[in-house]
């Protein structure tokens, strides 16, 4: 990151059209092959129907992801955001650990809730859920790496509260 770039920097993601399709693809596979197996039908539909709510609950896991953006912080902060703000609103710190690949990243996020009580999260990104501002080239990819590369190391604290990141 030059320093002639703005912080906090923010990072807009989106639904994946084809890892939506690849979770329905491996929900459909797994229902279909249920069928080939030798259960009663009394066995059988109860794992249907399983496999069916694991699909509606991945599918609202993605979609959830729709409209929400990461502010990133120089001190390691981030700002947890859905379009419009609101109760979704929450200030944390990415934990150590992420791990880091070319086309994903995993890692685990930790704040304190409105309630007061330590809240954890993880999260999986891919590069295409990231909204490029610039035509579709891969610097808010890039940027999101760079930054979890360099603030989720060493020993995070469990949470922050919105008073200490501000």
């Known amino acids: 990151m030059t320093m002639t770039e703005p912080h ?5 993601f989106r639904s994946s059209p084809a890892l939506l399709a690849g979770i329905l693809a491996a929900h459909f596979a797994g229902a279909v092959a ?14 249907v129907l399983l496999v069916a ?7 609202r896991a993605q979609m959830r992801k729709r409209g929400l953006s990461l502010v990133l912080a120089k001190d390691g902060a981030l700002r947890i955001c859905q379009e419009g703000g609101g109760s979704h609103d929450a200030w944390g710190r990415a934990l150590p650990g992420a791990v880091l690949f070319p086309a994903v990243a995993w890692f685990a996020l930790a704040w304190t809730a409105q309630d007061g ?3 954890r999260l993880q999260m999986m990104l891919i590069a295409s859920e990231v909204i490029e501002d610039n035509g579709g080239e891969n610097a ?10 360099h603030r989720s190391q060493g020993s995070a604290p469990d949470t922050v509260s919105s008073a200490d990141a501000a």
């Open 8 to 12: 906090p920097l923010t990072v807009r």
């Open 34 to 47: 249920l069928f080939f197996m030798d259960l009663p039908f009394s066995a059988a539909a109860p794992l």
């Open 53 to 59: 709510c694991s699909a509606v609950l991945a599918v």
């Open 117 to 119: 009580r330590p809240k």
């Open 140 to 149: 808010q990819w890039r940027r999101l790496r760079t930054w979890l590369r």
